[in-house]
């Protein structure tokens, strides 16, 4: 009954994508606990430098021989403003006195080598490669299609999701706004399209004819029944994977996440520049009254980094960015197979009542 085409295209036993937590959460020992399990572990490279990309890829097949994907970010572009930058830069110039923070980063590039890191995935061959932030180039999709790997784009919307099938991809990630992480919106106009996963999936299903995986607020098999019900092939979980033994999450983040109620959670922009939805912070609520603008991603990504960095070092959770997603009281800290497992379990018996009912 779950034998989804999906899954089959992929040599997946179960239709769970583990989802690519970039930053930490999403490394080689969660991405191949999942794999190994039966779903499709992924890396969240997007902040990864292309050498680090690539060991990651082989520690990941150090530790499973099953399909698994890695997740990059397609750069945007985006306006520097030297008055902008500054007037952060003196507004958290009180974080970085309260951590001991000599200075302010003077980046000399705000993002990754996005190039370098497809470069990357192409040489190690790696099964799955998926991207938010946008529609990489025909140039990057279709290279990546030859050597068969399969493509994967992010949709917060059906016009995004008829832009990426117009653009070739093999598959839709359909984000509902209850998602954990970063927005994958790529055609707002200055308003972030907020659509939950489930007025989201059945609207892009009946429009594009590619295979649809939903995500945001799915957490168990509930979540997986009721997505494969809306027309998607299969889901993408993160904020359930976040406290397993096997994440990279820092310890005090999973405290937050195995502890944190369904409405802890707002969509942001302060961490990075760009709307993410995570866990309500000391940070966050400073944050309010900034009349400023706040500079654009990467810009902010990179002004706040140092000031992440030594709170993880402190373990201070109120300066760190805790993305979690709105199903956030049904987290556990079990481990990735069990979670798996549990899901398919859960889904296979709530799907084989459904004809009765
Ligand atoms: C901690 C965290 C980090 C994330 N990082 C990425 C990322 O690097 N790339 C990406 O495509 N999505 C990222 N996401 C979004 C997920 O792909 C997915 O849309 C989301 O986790 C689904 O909602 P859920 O958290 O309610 O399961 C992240 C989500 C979380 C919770």
């Not at 760190?320 to 197979?337: C, K």
């Amino acid at each position: 009954m779950l034998n989804t085409s999906f899954i089959q295209k992929l040599l997946i036993r179960c239709p769970i994508l583990q989802a690519p937590m970039a930053g930490g959460p999403a490394g080689p020992e969660l991405a191949a606990a999942v794999s190994n399990a039966g779903g499709l572990g992924n890396l969240g490279a997007g902040y990864l430098s292309p050498q680090q990309l690539s060991q990651a890829i082989r520690d990941v097949r150090l530790r499973t021989d099953r399909p698994f994907g890695v997740n990059l970010f397609v750069p945007e572009p985006f306006a520097e403003s030297a008055e902008e930058i500054r007037q952060m830069k003196d507004r958290l110039q009180a974080y970085r006195v309260q951590f001991g923070i000599a200075s302010a980063p003077a980046p000399s590039s705000y993002a990754e080598s996005f190039e370098e890191q497809v470069q990357a995935v192409l040489d190690e061959q790696v099964p799955v490669c998926s991207f938010t932030f946008g529609i990489p180039s025909q140039d990057v999709i279709q290279a990546l299609k030859r050597q068969g790997t399969v493509v994967i784009g992010t949709a917060t919307t059906v016009q995004e999701a008829l832009q990426l099938e117009a653009a070739e991809v093999d598959v839709i990630v359909a984000q509902g706004s209850e998602a954990g992480g970063h927005r994958g919106s790529f055609l707002n106009d200055g308003a972030e399209p907020l659509i939950g996963t489930m007025a989201l999936v059945p609207q892009i299903a009946d429009q594009v004819s590619l295979p649809i995986i939903a995500a945001g607020g799915i957490m168990d098999g509930r979540g997986l029944a009721a997505s494969l019900a809306l027309g998607a092939s299969a889901v993408q979980m993160g904020t359930a994977f976040l406290a397993c033994p096997e994440s990279g999450a820092h310890p005090v983040y999973k405290q937050r996440i195995l502890s944190a109620r369904e409405d802890d959670t707002e969509i942001t922009t302060v961490y990075s520049g760009k709307a993410a939805r995570g866990i309500i912070t000391d940070f966050m609520k400073d944050m309010r009254d900034y009349s400023g603008t706040i500079p654009p991603y990467p810009i902010q990504n990179a002004l706040t980094r140092d000031i992440r960095q030594a709170a993880a070092k402190a373990g201070d959770p109120e300066y760190m960015s805790l993305w979690a997603g709105q199903g956030l009281r049904l987290a556990t800290g079990r481990t990735a197979d069990d979670i798996v497992r549990q899901t398919m379990e859960q889904a296979a018996a709530l799907m084989a009542r459904m004809p009765s009912m």
